[in-house]
């Protein structure tokens, strides 16, 4: 690992973006940070939804056996509040690399589909997604629209089982396609920008570690240190995703 370099300054971003133009295959790995900037907050600290809300509602035996309680907050946080929420110049920055052919593909801890809004196509869902709801009977999938939850608990058009939102509960496993598409880019990407994420969320904090040990270079986005910082990071920079991604994408797209 390099020296971190924990600093807002212009030459680490230049940087940045020179290790990224060299770079055979490139991964953005985001988490909730990235999604700050659209109003959305994030799950943890002092201001994050679990000061607010009991996270309770997310674990799948309560759910089961609760589930118009716990429909009554997912709607609230998921449907009526992230429902809202639009990408920032962070997600279209991400979104213009990859179109051009820089970054192959985003591993998103987020279930918010603003990447995808933005334009990027090869998303990695790793906890999942809001856009769909799963039959917890049957396994049928639909795509989320507000009919959906005209009357609580929604249910299933084919079997009238329980739908859930169709991204991971507490108890519940990573997505097998996620989880195998992940882990290899852990292993054949040697370059890993990481926005907005702490570290601290298994198993999904081990994917940078894993990249790593494999001999990927590791930039590190993010308004704070993280648990990546002083242990994995190669090049810290910090600042906001949305400047910070923006102006790597200026200089690597024009100049």
């Not at 659209?38 to 509602?57: A, K």
């Not at 918010?112 to 906890?127: P, T, W």
């Not at 989880?179 to 990407?189: G, L, M």
């Not at 904090?205 to 990249?211: E, T």
Request: glycine residues 8%; charged residues 20%; negative net charge.
């Amino acid at each position: 690992m390099a020296n971190n370099l924990i600093t807002s300054d212009y030459s680490v971003i230049k940087k940045a973006a020179e290790k990224i133009k060299e770079a055979e295959r490139v991964i953005a790995f985001t988490g909730a940070g990235i999604s700050v900037e659209s109003g959305i907050p994030p799950f943890r600290g002092p201001d994050g939804l679990w000061s607010r809300y009991d996270p309770v509602v997310l674990d799948m035996n309560y759910f089961l056996n609760n589930p118009e309680d716990s429909w009554k907050v997912i709607k609230e946080i998921f449907y009526d509040f992230f429902g809202k929420a639009a990408p920032n110049p962070a997600h279209y920055a991400l979104a213009e690399l990859e179109k051009e052919g820089i970054i192959k593909n985003i591993i998103t801890q987020n279930i918010d589909n603003l990447h995808q809004q933005a334009g990027s196509r090869n998303v990695i869902e790793f906890h999942g997604t809001s856009r769909t709801l799963a039959c917890v009977n049957c396994g049928k999938k639909i795509s989320f629209h507000e009919g959906l939850l005209e009357s609580l608990p929604p249910r299933c058009s084919e079997c009238t089982g329980l739908l859930k939102p169709d991204f991971i509960f507490f108890g519940e496993g990573i997505p097998h396609q996620a989880y195998s598409s992940s882990i290899f880019e852990t292993s054949n990407a040697d370059l890993w920008i990481l926005v907005g994420t702490t570290g601290e969320i298994m198993p999904a904090s081990m994917l940078p570690v894993n990249a790593s040990e494999n001999g990927a270079y590791i930039i590190e986005v993010n308004i704070n240190e993280s648990n990546y910082t002083g242990s994995i990071t190669d090049l810290f920079i910090k600042g906001k995703a949305s400047g910070v991604l923006s102006s790597i994408k200026k200089l690597i797209l024009e100049e």
